[in-house]
Every structure is written in C-alpha cells, then in structure tokens.
C-alpha cells in the first residue's frame, strides 16, 4: 500500500485548517468549510429540532491595533443556538490571506508582516448554525519599532502528519542580535500535546492531533500557533499557523488498510445552493460465513438508519474528498446494520460492509496500530483474531482513527447508561436521543474527535477489540463493547455471528505507538481537586463533622490521623481526609461523615497522629503518592456496584441535568468501586447523593454527548 506522507500545504484562502471532519460544507465555486458537531458521520433520527430563528453573534474585542506580526485572540459568543461553533475570517476570506493576516481555527489572529492598504482588517465571525449571523471586528496594523521577524512559510498553513516534522526558519532585521526563541501556543518549546520544536526552529508533531477546548472550537480537531519571538526585543514577533494531521484521513491505495477514512458514498446532501457531506472511520476488518466485511457504525456506513443494502461505502469518506466521489476507491458495499431507533436491546450503533475483492487488506491491518515501531515512526499491525474481551475499569486501550490518528487512554467506567443525541442524515436538522445501557467509557482530552466514529478500541497490551467507538462529548469517549456489537451482527438467518480478522502469526502484541515518548494521552486525565468558594465555605462544616466522629474513627486501627481537605471523586467539594496505615487490613470505613464525603489517604508509616491543623494534613498528604485518576478494581467491587446501579441508574438518568451513569473507581477511597454520575456541563445541578446504598458516588461534568 502507497499513502502520502509528509508534511503538505493548503492555501488559506480556498480551505480552512480543517482537513478532517464529519460534515464539511461547500460553498459554491468558493471553498469548503467544517461545518456542525457530529463526530464521524450523519446522526440517527427521531423529533426535530427547528433550525434557529433568534441567533445572533457578538466578539471580542470588536477594536484594537496590532503592530506587524502580532497576534491576538478573539472570541466570540453566539446566542439563541446550543452551538458556539464559528468560522473565522478575514477580510471575507475564511482563514485570512497573508496579505491581511491570517486567524486559526482557535481565532487567533496573526497581523500581515507588512501594512496592509487600507491598513485596517475586518475579522469577523459567522455562526455555524446559521451561517448568515456574523459579528465584524476591526483590526488596524502599524509598523512594529524596527525589529521585525518574519518567519518562513507565513503566508500559508502547514500541515504536518502526525510523528512527522516541519523545519521553520526565521529572519530578523532591526538588530544585530538575530536569535528567536520558539514558541508553540505560547509554550517555549511546545509540548506534547501540541507538539514541540527547537531552538533552531524544527517542528515535531504531536503523536495525535489536538483536539480543541476553546468554546467556539470545542470537541474538534484544531490547529496550533508556532511563534517565533526576537530576543533582542520581545514586542517582535511572527508566527504561523500548523495543521497536525492524521495520515489514517488520506486516500491509501488498494487494498485499503483499516482505521482509515471511510463512509457511505451517498452520505451528502444540499440546502439550496450549498452541498453538505459526512463520513468517519472504517475501523476493522470481521468475518462471517467465510466472507469479510467492514466494520463501524450505523450513522457511518449506514447514514442513521437511512440507507439500503447495497450503498457503496468509500475509502477515503467524501469529508476527505472534497465532497466529491471522484476523489475516492469503492472498497465495499452496505449489507448490513442495526436500527438505531427501532433495533432490538442491546443498542449498537454498528453496521457491516461486504468488501470489494482486493478493496481492503484481507489480514485486517489497522494503520499505526503495530507492536513495533520504525525509527520514530509506529508500524501498522492487526488486531488480536477472534472474538474481542470485555473492558475492565482501568485497563488501558488505544485505537485509531481518521481524525485524531492513534491515540491511547484507559477505560474510566464499564456498565454505563448513557444518552447520545443523533442526527437524521447529513446535515439534517432532525435529531433524536439513543439510550444506550452497558457501554464503555474512557475519559482523555483528545483520544476522539469529530471524525473518529467506527474505529476499533483495542486493549493496549495486547491489541484485543474491547469497544466500537461511536459518541462522545468535549472530553470523553463511549464506544458499544464488542461482545454486543457482534451479538447484533449475526446472520439472520443462522445465527453465527462475525469474528475480528487480524494476524494470527502475530497474535497478541502490544501497541507501540502507546510507548513512544512524546504519546502522553495514556495518562487518561489529570486530578483536580479545585475547591470552590462554596466548597471553602464549607470547610468550617467538615471541620465540624471531622472533630464530631474524631473520637470513633481514630478509634479504627488502620486510622492514624484526621484532616480536611478537597474531594477527588466530586471536585469543588471538601472532605474528612482519614490517613489509613497500608499494612492493617481496612473495611467498613464510612464514605461519609454528616454529609461530607471522606477521602482515603494511603501511606505506610506515617509520622503524625490525631486530628491535624489543615497545615499539618496538607503537609502529610504530600509524603505519599496521588491517587490514579482512574485504576483497576476486583470484579467483586464491580458486582457491590452492579447492584446498586441497577436499582438506582435509570432514576438518576431521568433527571435532566445527568446523562450518563456507570461503574468506576473511587479515587477517594483507592481500591474501592464507585458508581459513575456524569451530569452535563454548564447546568444548574441538584445535589448528587455522596453515597447511594452504601456506595460511593464520584461525579464527572462534561458537554453532551453526540455521535462521534
């Protein structure tokens, strides 16, 4: 197989930075935009949802002077839509031109490296829901000081692969001092999300594309800033804009491997003179009957219940092909998929497709997803055959997909009730809700994106199919486990159901590319144990309730000391923190103390003893570890835990403002289940019980969740 790979331009003013995502918009005779939130393909339908008649948009700031090369960040609101999604332009132009600067998928601005005539730009910002809503800032740009630095490739986006590199050059006049530090996003030196660079300016890609968290961006693959600032004057500056890429979006020829952009050949549609397209991952390779099909969503190959047996489905999906075929290979045809609306339990968003002979690599190779690695480059591998295996709470996963490429995480919860909001075809206004119940759930900042729909998770130690990704919200990921997904694959007719294709010389192996030393997504999520004003106000309380219940829980062997401090499975809230001594057996101890939640601090001879002064606690809790944000718990803690959200999940999910509930682990209490309650970001929340039953509750808050 032959695929592009490299570091590749596109001129600005004919395409955004948005080379990957799964509804793209073509303007007639213009250019293509990314255009809605609906991350690997068309939504499944159900009530509708009216296109907005009240949007309007506001930015800032709306005036401001920039000299020669600087930059600066707008933002913009948009109100009477759920969507805070905008297109960024200069001038008219979407994405600038070097002539009058250019401003990234971010809204950062960049000024031209000379005056533009008329010296005064207009930036402006239209909303994705209703294109026709824009707000206009003006920007005037002045000559810098004397020193100027002007970087090479200004007048363009580069886009770079994934594990791949771009040399940048800057030159400075003004000064004799000519050194530049290097910056990425402002960071000396990048890092490893966004990628680094050196001090002579040699750009490394991140191991996966950045996914962004800026409001009017959020949930997609974006772009990055890469500055160069003089040393001589720090006012002096110039940057260009990066486009990390995933290699898994380009067209690859025949036959295809898996992990790659795919989708239904018919997934389009137009709204007067503007052409619309999705598409998402073809994700692995299954066979059944001793034939071989494509495997990954419903809303992929399938566009949410609305196509018929037969569709072709093309490598790369018409997002990565300008919206047109003739840019694509037919490597399969539609022949089967589960209803989302009407499919029997349990819910899969899933659909196969018989392979073209010769289309795909008949071993299923999944690009990027070897147990090897190639200088610094991670080889493509197969799956472990077979069946797959059930996820685990804290078992580490990888997978790899058309958006952010191969990214690796480790599984939050298991057992979760989840609702994921659908859309009735491409670009259709109509949605509907899907309940999904026993769905695995990962929580890391940029394992998926918008485009990431059908790829194959895979256990990272061993390459096994744990989970068929298909939803997420800004930050988190669900994926249907496999053993359903092929459960509702199986003939009709006789009952056998698909296996996973891989190479079973190879058998299992780990996943390289999880261990090369920038991939830093295997870290699942960092601790936060922020303490809001409400949570310090309460700190008076759970020092109340500590000194009330100091006399009876010091009394417990394994209790050496008593503190207050901040939760972690419910951050913003405070806790009685107990310092348990690791070798005396524990049990039994109370989640609570009056209504505060306690917090487990491990350690194996600590030096202090009593009720401590919150200086003393705080200095205590630092002679030990942190907690995992997430780790292993026995399959008997995952049954205590069971129970409870059997009898209590389906209650929980009828409140509004929650909209997931699962099995976890506490990271209050280490080695201990949790059950998992995810209420949506940005609402007004009722109280969530401390413990329900006996058992710890651990809150997550994150956007809602849509197909992916």
Not at 319 to 339: E, I, K, M, P, R
Not at 426 to 449: D, K
Not at 577 to 603: K, M, N, Q, Y
Request: one cysteine or more; hydrophobic letters at 40%; a negative charge.
């Amino acid at each position: 197989m032959t695929v592009a790979r490299g570091s590749r331009t596109k001129n600005r003013s004919l395409l955004t930075r948005s080379f990957r995502r799964s509804l793209w918009l073509v303007l007639p005779g213009l250019f293509l935009i990314s255009f809605i939130a609906s991350c690997g393909g068309s939504g499944g339908g159900g009530g509708t949802t009216p296109p907005p008649t009240g949007t309007t948009v506001t930015i800032s700031p709306t005036t401001l002077t920039l000299s020669t090369g600087a930059r600066r960040q707008f933002t913009a609101t948009v109100t009477g839509t759920t969507s805070q999604l905008v297109a960024w332009k200069v001038n008219g132009i979407v994405g600038g031109a070097s002539t009058y600067g250019l401003i990234s998928q971010e809204g950062v601005y960049i000024a031209p490296t000379s005056v533009p005539s008329p010296a005064t730009v207009n930036v402006t910002a239209a909303s994705f829901s209703d294109l026709t809503k824009t707000a206009t800032a003006s920007v005037t740009i002045q000559a810098g000081s004397g020193v100027q630095v002007i970087i090479s490739g200004h007048s363009a986006v580069v886009a770079v692969p994934t594990f791949g590199s771009h040399a940048f050059s800057a030159t400075v006049t003004g000064t004799s001092n000519t050194a530049v530090t290097w910056m990425v996003n402002s960071v000396a030196g990048g890092s490893a999300t966004t990628g680094t660079i050196t001090s002579s300016g040699l750009y490394y890609a991140p191991h996966s594309v950045p996914v962004s968290t800026n409001a009017n961006n959020d949930g997609r693959a974006t772009d990055v800033i890469v500055t160069a600032v003089s040393q001589a004057d720090a006012t002096a500056s110039d940057s260009a804009i990066v486009t990390p890429y995933a290699v898994q979006q380009a067209r690859y020829a025949l036959p295809v491997p898996l992990g790659t952009s795919g989708g239904n050949g018919d997934d389009s549609s137009t709204s007067g003179s503007n052409t619309y397209c999705c598409g998402g991952t073809i994700g692995s390779l299954v066979s059944r009957g001793g034939k071989l099909y494509l495997l990954s969503n419903n809303h992929v190959l399938a566009r949410s219940d609305q196509a018929s047996a037969g569709e072709p489905v093309l490598q790369p999906s018409l997002v990565d092909a300008n919206c047109s075929a003739s840019g694509t290979s037919t490597v399969a045809h539609l022949s089967q998929f589960v209803n989302l609306e009407t499919g029997a339990s349990p819910h899969v968003d899933a659909a196969m497709a018989e392979i073209v002979t010769g289309a795909v690599d008949p071993l299923g190779t999944i690009v990027q997803l070897g147990g090897t690695v190639n200088g610094d480059q991670p080889t493509d591998g197969t799956p472990n055959p077979g069946p797959g295996v059930a996820a685990t709470v804290g078992r580490a996963v990888a997978k790899s997909g058309a958006a952010t490429g191969l990214t690796c995480a480790t599984i939050m919860a298991v057992n979760t009730s989840i609702q994921v909001e659908y859309n009735k075809g491409c670009n259709s206004t109509t949605t509907f809700n899907v309940q999904y119940r026993n769905q695995v759930y990962i929580v890391t900042q940029g394992f998926c994106a918008d485009g990431d729909s059908g790829s194959l998770i895979v256990t990272r130690d061993s390459a096994d199919p744990v989970g068929l990704l298909y939803g997420g919200s800004d930050t988190d990921t669900v994926a249907n486990p496999v053993a359903d997904v092929l459960q509702q694959l199986a003939d009709p007719n006789s009952g056998e159901k698909p296996l996973f294709v891989g190479d079973a010389s190879v058998g299992p192996h780990a996943v390289a590319a999880c261990s090369l030393p920038q991939q830093t997504l295997s870290a699942a999520a960092s601790l936060t144990t922020a303490e809001s004003a409400a949570a310090v106000q309460r700190l008076t309380t759970a020092t109340a309730a500590r000194d009330a219940h100091a006399p009876e829980l010091l009394a417990r062997p394994e209790v050496r000391a008593l503190g207050v401090g901040a939760s972690y499975d419910h951050p913003g809230e405070p806790a009685v923190l107990l310092f348990v001594d690791r070798s005396v057996p524990r049990a039994g101890l109370p989640a609570e103390v009056d209504g505060i939640r306690t917090r487990v601090v491990e350690g194996d001879a600590f030096v202090q003893a009593g009720v401590l002064t919150a200086e003393a606690s705080a200095a205590l809790e630092r002679t030990v570890a942190s907690p995992q944000f997430v780790s292993p718990v026995t399959e008997a803690e995952v049954g205590r835990v069971r129970i409870v959200h059997e009898d209590y999940a389906d209650e929980l999910m009828r409140r509004p403002d929650i909209q997931a509930v699962g099995i976890t682990s506490s990271t209050d209490s280490p080695g201990e289940a949790a059950l998992l309650v995810v209420v949506v970001k940005g609402m007004t929340h009722e109280p969530i019980p401390v413990a329900i039953d006996g058992v710890r509750t651990r809150v997550r808050e994150t956007g809602r969740f849509h197909a992916k």
